[in-house]
């Protein structure tokens, strides 16, 4: 409770705060995050597409209307008149109705609106104060029929779901490839489920808040717990989608598909036959047999001299060939392969 009731009372500094520093420090955090979650040695990442034109723009006014509800936050009689949760019921008609001086109070009262009246008849009781503090100045306003805390916590769930619905339309809509650029299906694959829980858990959080949260004066106050509920809101649905686009993309994995490996192994399968087949054929003919074998020996002798050969050893040696690393190579290659285009056939 002391958290939030500080929270509460820096409310305009920290939002002054977050217009100031929030658009140009947000994407160095997440960056600092991400190289300190990063392994030590160096890896391939494929580099971050620039943000597009229509991206930003959308960035601006989303962020923009969140920082109006920062800054104009909804109306509260106690916060804005600075007046504690036990103030006496005539300065809390002054604050609404303006003063009433003998001259007027005639005039006054028949002009009065009559969920005015009502408001003002409900915080006489110390009660149903605590219940303005939790719900806020609309919801006891306007909901003439409420008479306990599950009546109220009805009447304002509307005003609890519907930001939350409208910030999941907002990533959803990120999703869209000519509003957020190629990125935007990778990124909807990687985060989007992660955010759809965290506001699944923010709207779950807020109504459990309003429901059991148990507001109490202390030293004459009280949190007012609608107002500093809605600050929360505003600024965690605010960087919702800043989070959403600066977030690292993930990696293109190196390990290929087995289904990507089935027309390979086909292919090499099909050329190997043909071969053989091949094979056959000359062997069956004298003179294509001599010009075969007079071909292999050529191409044998060839071969020998190469490696034989010190200019060719020197070249090896300094790229860094290694014959026998390469065909074990080779062979892992076509084992793994293989054995997943098994894994497929078979279903598994």
């Known amino acids: 409770m002391t958290l939030l009731a500080t929270l509460y009372s820096f409310q305009t500094p920290l939002t002054l705060l977050l217009i100031l520093f929030g658009p140009s420090l947000l994407p160095r955090l997440i960056s600092l995050i991400a190289r300190r979650g990063r392994p030590a040695f160096p890896t391939r990442s494929s580099p971050r597409p620039a943000s597009p034109t229509s991206l930003r723009l959308f960035l601006a006014i989303h962020s923009l209307y969140f920082l109006s509800h920062l800054l104009r936050p909804p109306y509260d009689l106690f916060a804005i008149n600075n007046f504690p949760i036990l103030v006496p019921n005539n300065l809390l008609r002054s604050a609404l109705l303006g003063p009433d001086d003998s001259e007027s109070l005639s005039t006054l009262e028949e002009s009065v609106h009559p969920l005015i009246d009502l408001l003002l008849s409900k915080l006489r009781l110390l009660d149903n104060?605590?219940?303005?503090?939790?719900?806020?100045?609309?919801?006891?306003?306007?909901c003439v029929w409420c008479k306990d805390d599950l009546d109220y916590l009805f009447y304002s769930s509307p005003g609890i779901l519907i930001p939350y619905v409208g910030e999941a339309v907002v990533l959803g809509m990120m999703g869209w490839r000519w509003l957020t650029g190629e990125a935007a299906g990778p990124r909807a694959e990687r985060w989007r489920s992660v955010f759809g829980w965290v506001l699944v858990g923010g709207m779950v959080g807020e109504v459990g808040a309003k429901w059991f949260w148990e507001v109490r004066a202390v030293e004459g106050d009280c949190l007012h717990l609608a107002t500093t509920i809605h600050i929360?809101?505003?600024?965690?649905l605010l960087c919702l989608p800043l989070l959403y686009t600066f977030l690292p993309l993930p990696a293109p994995s190196s390990v290929p598909h087995p289904s990507t490996l089935i027309p390979v192994i086909?292919?090499?399968?099909?050329t190997l036959r043909l071969t053989s087949l091949a094979r056959n054929a000359m062997s069956s003919s004298p003179r294509l047999r001599d010009i075969w074998l007079a071909v292999s020996r050529r191409d044998e002798a060839r071969a020998e001299a190469a490696l034989?050969?010190?200019?060719?050893?020197?070249a090896k040696r300094a790229v860094g060939l290694d014959e026998e690393r390469m065909r074990e190579g080779v062979r892992a290659w076509v084992r793994e392969g293989w054995e997943g285009m098994v894994r497929v056939d078979n279903g598994s």
């Open 129 to 142: 104060r605590y219940l303005y503090a939790r719900f806020g100045h609309d919801t006891l306003l306007n």
């Open 266 to 270: 086909s292919n090499t399968q099909s």
């Open 308 to 314: 034989r050969d010190q200019g060719v050893r020197d």
């Open 232 to 236: 929360l809101r505003s600024i965690l």
